[in-house]
């Protein structure tokens, strides 16, 4: 499984963005797919993730401005991002759990800057 992540960019605080990952290989629909971020120096984090039966799980901080969303015919997962905060810069990566290999898949990270 590959994964390609895209929509990164730089914006201003309040703004939005929206990201978007795509995976070319197959994708099966007891996958786990969501997304985390990195800061320079310190370990990846979830910010939004699907749990078993496609129920949505956020990280506590993030609750009413972000919203993921995934496009099983396409083999894709989205994150949109709403009243973007400086404190979101990060590197934004896609992920893949695959629960019957207990194998992870990552993407190579799109960078989200937001200027004050």
């Known amino acids: 499984v590959q994964l390609q992540a895209s929509g990164g960019g730089l914006v201003q605080a309040g703004q939005s963005l929206r990201l978007s990952c795509v995976a070319s290989?197959?994708?099966?629909?007891?996958?786990?797919m969501g997304w985390y971020r990195q800061y320079p120096g310190k370990q990846r984090e979830l910010v939004a993730a699907?749990?078993?039966?496609?129920?949505?799980n956020y990280s506590d901080f993030l609750k009413g401005r972000f919203t993921i969303s995934r496009d099983t015919a396409k083999n894709a997962v989205y994150l949109q991002m709403n009243d973007l905060r400086p404190e979101d810069t990060a590197v934004y990566y896609c992920?893949?759990?695959?629960?019957?290999?207990?194998?992870?898949?990552w993407g190579k990270g799109t960078q989200v800057t937001v200027s004050s």
């Open positions: 699907f749990l078993p039966n496609n129920i949505p």
């Open positions: 992920h893949v759990f695959r629960r019957e290999t207990r194998g992870d898949y």
């Open positions: 290989g197959r994708i099966y629909s007891s996958d786990l």
